[in-house]
């Protein structure tokens, strides 16, 4: 049985693949109300010169904000044809 996170539970550990400065000195993952996320932490000092983590929280199952030319032409092209119908009709104003 593989191990399941609890609900607004997590866990970051230190990342081994950081190649740049701005790859997250810890990865990790987290479940928060329901939702999966990866997790991206960076140790950072403040104005005082004492560590802290700062985090980046990524939901796991993110969609698209922009989408790639070949959905977005095949979505302009294609129209249900009672909305054909419906932009068709003259507006009574």
Do not use: C
Not at 3 to 11: A, P
Not at 65 to 73: E, G, L, Y
């Amino acid at each position: 049985m593989a191990y399941q996170t609890k609900d607004n539970t997590g866990s970051v550990f230190q990342n081994d693949k950081k190649e740049k400065d701005t790859h997250p000195d810890r990865t990790g993952q987290a479940r928060i109300g329901g939702v999966d996320y990866w997790v991206s932490g960076w140790i950072k000092q403040d104005r005082n010169g004492k560590p802290y983590l700062s985090l980046a929280f990524k939901p796991k199952e993110e969609k698209r904000t922009t989408p790639d030319r070949a959905s977005t032409a095949a979505s302009q092209d294609y129209q249900p044809q009672n909305m054909r119908a419906a932009m068709d009709d003259e507006i009574p104003f």
